[in-house]
């Protein structure tokens, strides 16, 4: 008799192996590769997905167990998206039933067939086709709906609606009974014939140049890096090579950092590609993220706009990649499966011979080594677009002057300029709360965190001492634990602190914070935003949530209040992340006609790499900064692997990581790679928990890979792995 098929199955969770089945007993059964399958484990049952099949087994055949069932009929994943599944299973060393599941929307993660395509929707009346959307202007969210769905002749689904237009129920229920729209069900995902007319610009000769030459390469595998300061008119050479790309008949997906993915890029999007386009992000329903990943994965509409995750989303027909803002640090996943989608949207675009474009108006220094020795192509933009001009950055020395709550003389002066000329001015400062910490003036007594290495942050309307680190909080205290006295005071400023003094410098003159405290409901930061644009504020005050993806026309004068943690940070990377930080601030300043105005407070105006920054630019800068790091032998010029561990024993985690080391041949026989470590962290304590770094590094990748792989062999026969709680980080970006 013919001996059975072996089915190999992978498990969700931290499983580095595959499982062996034998096939179901009954049913329709049709082993391909990229199926789920529900099978017996221990006592239960669990969900895993095929990853091949083969004749015979390492065990004994009487020794397996058989699958229950086939859950999907076909494949969820081709055989291309399986191989990148098992590529950064490889590559970041992390267990493969995890980056698998870790990829499939949670619906399917779960024991729950496909979800079927008819979806609940809106469409227009023949009524609401006629309405002049003009006259909506006092119901902004009926115009918004009406103006969606004119775009989308199939209509749009409820739930697309609720997300991302600012509908509500009841808005829907008013424009039902006004009889503009009506219920649909949708069949399937809706295209529309005719994508709404918009104006384009034409290219100017630079952009036109690099859509020429990304188009070239329409169908082969080619990297660019499309450097171009903030405002040259990226956006616009992304839209013109997703045109190109859907005219080839290919889909395209563009990845965009989490705080990126507004409404208002989505919009230009659509605007441009009507609802050809759909969204991914970690803010939609899980119903919502199943319809849009089926709707790739059947390659039934052709663009995904996506966060990080939306990497992996299967696309069939993949022709072309677009990584915005490149060098921002939410592509790469700090906890768990720490991937960086960037890096993957790379080895993607070579599976499927396609190009991929990484922009930013601050490329990361990775990309410009690539980019000089090679491997990127580079296209530059270094002027803007529309005429407008870029703003001018100056040094604001704070040395010897006394500040007004982190304000200097001549920054107060110049907003007070900016304010009364009716322009729009814009205040930055990195650090959310009224003040970094209380200290008694007194004793000299700190809000210390109880639980980790750093200070409580004070939040004064809360009342509240909160550590940022580990969400630890408490109230404020009447008067100091240690001796008594009531003298409690702030120390340094935080946007709460900074806002309450503008609003007394500036009575008469409305006032908008923007941080994560002033944002936290739903559908909060889109109305500031709105407002903020309708020029209802002429005052902006924030954190880096202002610094990204937003267009503030109006603002010409942009004031940044501290940018001397990053000059000295622990981090190799601190000066590069400023450098990224000031210019992305900066770049919102001065996008109309109006030449805009950057203030920059330091206490270290003399700092070289500063001054190159504010001289000469960016490209100085990061050659600068290149040439360091070439020196110091750091990435991008070696390659890094950091392997963490904490435990609530204070010695275990060092002394487990000395182990791991000693358990692996002598590291002096180790030519090519050099060992930092084991270390505490820089923050030793976090959470209750302590923390110890071991650092591992080589200019040879395939030499530091060998090494963590034959590591990762041993790591769970060492009996402390499992009182201590490790994880890998290859090509880690923080080293906190
Ligand atoms: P980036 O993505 O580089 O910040 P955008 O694509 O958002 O730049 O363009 C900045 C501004 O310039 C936008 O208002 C855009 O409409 C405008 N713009 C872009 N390209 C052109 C062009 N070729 N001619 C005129 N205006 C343009
Ligand atoms: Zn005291
Ligand atoms: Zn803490």
């Known amino acids: 008799m013919e001996s ?217 595998f080619q990297p660019f890096l499309l450097d171009g300061v903030t405002g040259s008119g990226k956006t616009e050479v992304y839209l013109y090579l997703v045109e190109a790309a859907l005219q080839a008949g290919r889909q395209v997906l563009v990845l965009v950092p989490e705080i990126g993915l507004t409404p208002q890029l989505l919009q230009r999007f659509r605007n441009r590609l009507g609802d050809r386009v759909m969204a991914l992000h970690s803010g939609l329903p899980d119903g919502e993220r199943e319809r849009v990943w089926q709707a790739m994965r059947s390659a039934r509409q052709p663009v995904l706009i996506g966060t990080r995750s939306a990497v992996f989303c299967p696309l069939p027909k993949l022709g072309l990649i677009i990584v915005d803002e490149e060098h921002d640090l939410s592509f790469k996943q700090q906890e768990g499966f720490r991937y960086s989608a960037r890096d993957l949207s790379l080895v993607r675009a070579r599976q499927h011979y396609c190009p991929v474009v990484l922009g930013s108006a601050t490329p990361s220094l990775e990309s410009l080594r690539n980019a000089r020795e090679g491997r990127y192509k580079l296209l530059q933009l270094p002027h803007r677009a529309a005429h407008s001009q870029l703003p001018k950055l100056q040094l604001v020395d704070i040395r010897n002057l006394t500040l007004n709550h982190g304000l200097s003389p001549v920054l107060i002066r110049e907003l007070k300029k900016t304010l009364d000329s009716g322009e729009q001015a814009m205040v930055f400062l990195n650090r959310r709360g009224y003040a970094p910490m209380l200290t008694c003036h007194a004793c000299g007594w700190l809000t210390d965190c109880p639980r980790c290495d750093a200070r409580m942050t004070h939040h004064r309307q809360k009342n509240l001492l909160w550590c940022h680190h580990c969400g630890h909080q408490q109230r404020v205290p009447e008067q100091c634990p240690e001796c008594g006295s009531p003298d409690l005071r702030p120390v340094g400023q935080g946007t709460e602190r900074v806002e309450e003094r503008l609003r007394e410098l500036f009575p008469d003159t409305p006032l908008a914070r923007i941080d994560r405290d002033t944002t936290r409901r739903r559908g909060s930061l889109e109305k500031m935003l709105g407002d903020v644009r309708a020029g209802r504020f002429p005052l902006l005050l924030g954190t880096q949530m202002l610094a990204k993806g937003h267009h503030f026309p109006a603002v010409t004068l942009v004031a940044i209040l501290d940018v001397d943690q990053g000059l000295f940070g622990a981090d190799f990377r601190a000066g590069e992340r400023m450098a990224q930080l000031v210019l ?153």
């Open 4 to 220: 059975e098929p072996i089915l190999q199955i992978v498990l969700a969770g931290p499983l580095r192996t595959a499982f062996d089945y034998l096939p179901p007993a009954q049913g329709d059964f049709n082993p391909l590769p990229g199926c789920r399958f529900q099978v017996p484990f221990g006592r239960g049952s669990r969900i895993g997905l095929l990853i091949g099949v083969s004749a015979d087994s390492s065990l004994p055949e009487k020794s397996l167990k058989r699958a229950i069932r086939q859950l999907d009929p076909q494949p969820l994943f081709t055989s291309e998206d399986l191989h990148l599944l098992h590529w950064a299973a490889d590559y970041y060393q992390h267990p493969l039933g995890d980056v698998i599941f870790h990829a499939l929307p949670i619906n399917l993660r779960k024991d729950r067939p496909e979800q079927s395509s008819a979806t609940p929707g809106y469409r227009l009346t023949e009524q609401g086709r006629e309405i002049d959307l003009e006259t909506l202007k006092r119901a902004p969210k009926q115009r918004d709906i009406l103006h969606r769905l004119r775009h989308a002749q199939a209509g749009l689904a409820t739930r697309l609606l609720l997300a991302e237009a600012s509908a509500t129920h009841s808005v829907l229920r008013i424009l039902t009974e006004k009889g503009w729209i009506e219920a649909c069900q949708l069949s399937q995902d809706s295209t529309t014939e005719s994508p709404p007319e918009v104006k384009r610009h034409a290219l100017n000769s630079q952009q036109q140049q690099a859509v020429d030459a990304v188009r070239e390469q329409l169908g082969q």
């Open 584 to 736: 992305q601030v900066a770049g919102r300043a001065g996008r109309a006609e109006r030449p805009g105005q950057v203030l920059i407070q330091t206490r270290h105006p003399d700092h070289p790499l500063m001054q190159l920054l504010i001289r000469e630019g960016y490209p100085a800068f990061s050659a600068e900064a290149l040439e360091e790091r070439r020196l110091a032998q750091l990435p991008p010029f070696t390659h890094q692997v950091l392997i963490r561990a904490e435990a609530n024993d204070a010695r275990q985690p060092e002394d487990f990581l000395q182990q791991l080391l000693e358990s692996g041949p002598p590291t002096n026989d180790l030519t090519g790679i050099e060992f930092w470590g084991p270390i505490p962290a820089p923050m030793e304590r976090r959470a209750g928990k302590t923390r110890a770094h071991l650092l591992v590094q080589s200019t040879q990748r395939a030499l530091l890979h060998r090494w963590l792989k034959d590591l990762l062999t041993r790591i769970d026969q060492l009996p402390m792995s499992r009182r201590v709680r490790w994880s890998v980080d290859v090509d880690p970006q923080e080293m906190y």
